[in-house]
């Protein structure tokens, strides 16, 4: 290629990178930073947060959610759990509820209220991931039945009783499992979206492909119509996605501090982190995995780990290939307002360590 073609060509992708992502962007000229330019919306790291926050958790434990959970638990400084809601989706709800009243005993939280939700997707035949989470859905550690009962109430009344009765933009609304508890509660009382601050979900992929079909992530698939409801309400929506946990790996070496802690929710940590990596060594032939859900609860605690950009997302209903899929606009093709935070990058060495710190605090 002549010279000056070559100058032309540089001078266009500079050009394209400083349009697409504005001048201070293109100022890190290198190939990659060029080549994510050209991309779409670059991420940028999120700012801290302070303050106590509250929120309403629905979970469908699972692995995942019980570390998760725990770690939410343990921030009483930073999280004010009004109650969890509970879902179907890794697991039936009669054992996701029941698992969710267990891991409010290991963190010795009685005062939480556990509602439970629906039993089935809005639409859909129920989906499960009982072949990754064991069939207890909490494989590893020992199970005890849990000491507390279950609220009477149905969670999606819990949900539009309590948000009707709360202040604006007061309530963080975080969803660790398919979204059918949150969408039925948007559906019925839209007058409730105006006390809602933030829904923040472990939810979509762009970069990676999914985990429960090539371009679906389980929690969108078990209920694509609920996700599209809650992608659609107008409330913002920050979207935890597999392109940023799955960098959050899971290893043996990872777990090995949990174990040393000495208190009994380090050793429940552990002994789900075994199990988590066994199956990675099943799967996949690799004895590391991601983990997913807990990468939620670090947002609410420190933002600053994290990297997002605002964005346009549709989920996908009607695919042939594709139903679950989330679809990121980060080019602007649509031409619409974003509609979520999409976050796309971890910092994983922080992300562990805020982890030991949480479960740490626990008995
Ligand atoms: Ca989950």
């Not at 849990?146 to 009765?165: D, F, I, K």
């Not at 979206?193 to 979509?204: N, R």
């Not at 139903?323 to 935070?341: I, Q």
Request: hydrophobic share 45%; proline share 8%.
């Amino acid at each position: 290629m002549p010279m000056t073609k070559t100058l032309l060509t540089r001078r266009a992708l500079v050009a394209a990178a400083a349009s697409l992502a504005g001048a201070a962007f293109a100022q890190a000229n290198s190939p990659a930073a060029l080549a994510q330019a050209l991309a779409g919306t670059p991420a940028t790291r999120l700012p801290p947060v302070s303050g106590k926050r509250q929120v309403i958790i629905d979970t469908d434990p699972g692995q995942d959610d019980a570390i998760a959970l725990l770690m939410a638990m343990a921030a009483t400084d930073r999280l004010d759990i009004k109650a969890l809601t509970v879902s179907v989706g890794n697991l039936p709800l009669a054992v996701t509820e029941k698992n969710a009243r267990i891991v409010r005993d290991w963190a010795n939280r009685p005062e939480i209220p556990v509602y439970a939700g629906y039993p089935r997707p809005l639409v859909r035949e129920p989906i499960f991931a009982d072949d990754v989470h064991g069939k207890t859905g909490m494989e590893g550690p020992a199970l005890h039945e849990p000491r507390g009962p279950l609220m009477p109430t149905h969670a999606v009344q819990y949900l539009v009783e309590t948000l009707r009765a709360a202040a604006p933009r007061s309530i963080t609304l975080v969803g660790l499992g398919p979204l059918t508890n949150f969408a039925a509660a948007l559906n019925s009382a839209p007058d409730i979206k105006p006390a809602i601050a933030e829904i923040v979900v472990m939810d979509g992929s762009w970069g990676v492909g999914g985990n429960i079909t090539p371009a679906a992530t389980f929690n969108v698939y078990a209920d694509p119509e609920a996700a599209s409801i809650v992608f659609r309400s107008g409330v913002p929506v920050t979207a935890m996605s597999h392109d940023a946990a799955r960098r959050v790996l899971l290893t043996p070496e990872r777990i090995v501090p949990f174990r040393a802690m000495g208190n009994n929710a380090g050793k429940v940590v552990a002994d789900i982190f075994d199990s988590m990596v066994a199956y990675g060594v099943r799967r996949r032939g690799v004895a590391a995995g991601p983990i997913y859900d807990p990468c939620v609860i670090a947002y609410l605690l420190a933002p600053e780990l994290f990297k997002g950009a605002k964005v346009s997302v549709d989920v996908e209903t009607k695919g042939e290939f594709t139903t679950g899929a989330t679809v990121v606009d980060f080019r602007g093709y649509n031409r619409r307002a974003p509609n979520a935070l999409w976050i796309s990058e971890a910092d994983t060495e922080g992300f562990y360590a805020l982890l030991r710190a949480q479960i740490a605090r626990l008995p």
